[in-house]
Structures are given as structure tokens and as C-alpha cells.
């Protein structure tokens, strides 16, 4: 069974500064991870997919990364942004239950101005 | 374009009534779900369609019904509710990819229930 782990739970930084958000998994046949956003009191958007045939994935000034072999992801948000802040969760999907998305728990991410 | 709506967004039941959160799309997407995020444990699949007539359990199905007869429509219903239910649920809805698997989800905007 799929297990997602987001570390930290919660993370505060000063406008501007790029910072990297992190995603583990314990089963490395994942067949493909996404990463959402989402803000208080809403609904979660879909913000990047990567196929597990795929390294990585770039959106404007997020980029997503993924390594099978260790197990992780990771989103960089480059320049951060007030409008930056949500929480943001990933989910995964293995091979053997290509339907069932597993989600991380999130990092609430905090940009002050 | 609607994408993925919910109704209703709030609901207060007392333990042991029954209810029926409404998930409609207009995306033609063959793919529906519905989750349960609760505080601390982020969202729990609690079961998927893909397509109609279709349905299987996630890993949170107890407590639960689901049907879907049209393509559009995904509801999900509380057989006696419990304060244990209490959360905030969400409908999503994609395309399926090649062998099955999940490709983009969208989602509704969420239902929050209370169970007294």
C-alpha cells in the first residue's frame, strides 16, 4: 500500500525567496504523482502531473521533480509570491492500483510580504 | 464550463439520519471519486467509479453507498450517520489514462458535514 509523507506540515518564508516543498513515498512503482493546491475553505487544483516515465514537470514557476529510486518529489516555487500561499498536498498512484490516488497530509505554506 | 459541483456545501445531520451529497460534472469524464479530508490526515478515498454502472471501494468505504447511472452524476450517501462522519467531503473527476490510471483530477469546491 502507497504511503505519502509531506514534511514540514507547515512552512513560513519572506516574499521572493525560492523554496522547495518535499513528497516521499514508499512504493516505488508509482505510476504517476500529481500536486495540488489548495486554499482555505476551497476545493484542491490540479497544479502539475508527472508520469512515472517522466523526470520532471514545469508550470510558470513551479517545478515538480521525481525520483523513483529514492522514493521522493519535490516542488520549487521559484520567486515566492503573498498569493503563493495555500496548502499544498501530493498524491501518488502505484502500478498494482493505478485508480486509488494516495495523498500526503500537505505543507501549509505561508509567503510573507 | 461548470466543471466539478457539489451541493450542498453544508450540512448539519443528527447521528442515525440518512443524507445524499450530489456530485454532478460536464467534462465527459469517465473517471468519478469521492474523498473524505479530515484534520491531520489529509484526503481518503472512500469509493471510485469508472463509469457508469461502475463502481469499487476505497480505502474508507464503510458507512457509505454509491451509484452511478449516467455519466454526469456521482452521489454518494450516508446510510445512518455517525459523528465519526463528520468531515469534509470532496467529489473529483478525471479522464483515465492508459491502463486505467489517474490523470488530472478536478475537484468540487467540497461539502462540510456535521454529524450532532
Known amino acids: 500500500k502507497q504511503e505519502v509523507t509531506q514534511i514540514p506540515a507547515a512552512l513560513s518564508v519572506p516574499e521572493g525567496e525560492n523554496l522547495v516543498l518535499n513528497c516521499s513515498f514508499t512504493d516505488s512503482a508509482i505510476y504517476n504523482l500529481q500536486w495540488f493546491r489548495q486554499d482555505p475553505g476551497k476545493g484542491l487544483t490540479s497544479l502539475l502531473l508527472?508520469?512515472?516515465?517522466?523526470r520532471e514537470q514545469t508550470s510558470g514557476r513551479l517545478n515538480a521533480s521525481l525520483d523513483k529510486s529514492s522514493g521522493r518529489s519535490t516542488l520549487y516555487i521559484a520567486a515566492s509570491q503573498p498569493g503563493d500561499s495555500a496548502t499544498y498536498l501530493c498524491a501518488g498512484g502505484s502500478s498494482g492500483s493505478a485508480r486509488q490516488l494516495t495523498f500526503g497530509s500537505g505543507t501549509q505554506l505561508t509567503v510573507l510580504p | 464550463n461548470a466543471g466539478v459541483t457539489q451541493t450542498p456545501k453544508f450540512q448539519v445531520l443528527k447521528t442515525g439520519q440518512s443524507m445524499t451529497l450530489q456530485c454532478a460534472q460536464d467534462m465527459n469524464h469517465e473517471y468519478m471519486s469521492w474523498y473524505r479530508q479530515d484534520p491531520g490526515m489529509g484526503l481518503r478515498l472512500i469509493h471510485y467509479?469508472?463509469?457508469?454502472?461502475?463502481?469499487d471501494q476505497g480505502e474508507v468505504p464503510n458507512g457509505y453507498n454509491v451509484s452511478r447511472s449516467t455519466t454526469e452524476d456521482f452521489p454518494l450517501r450516508l446510510l445512518s450517520a455517525a459523528p465519526s462522519q463528520t468531515s469534509v467531503y470532496f467529489c473529483?473527476?478525471?479522464?483515465?489514462?492508459?491502463?486505467?490510471?489517474?490523470?488530472?483530477?478536478?475537484f468540487g469546491e467540497g461539502s462540510r458535514l456535521t454529524v450532532l
Open positions: 467509479s469508472v463509469g457508469a454502472g461502475i463502481t
Open positions: 508527472i508520469q512515472s516515465s517522466q
Open positions: 473529483a473527476s478525471t479522464t483515465p489514462r492508459l491502463a486505467g490510471a489517474i490523470g488530472e483530477l478536478f
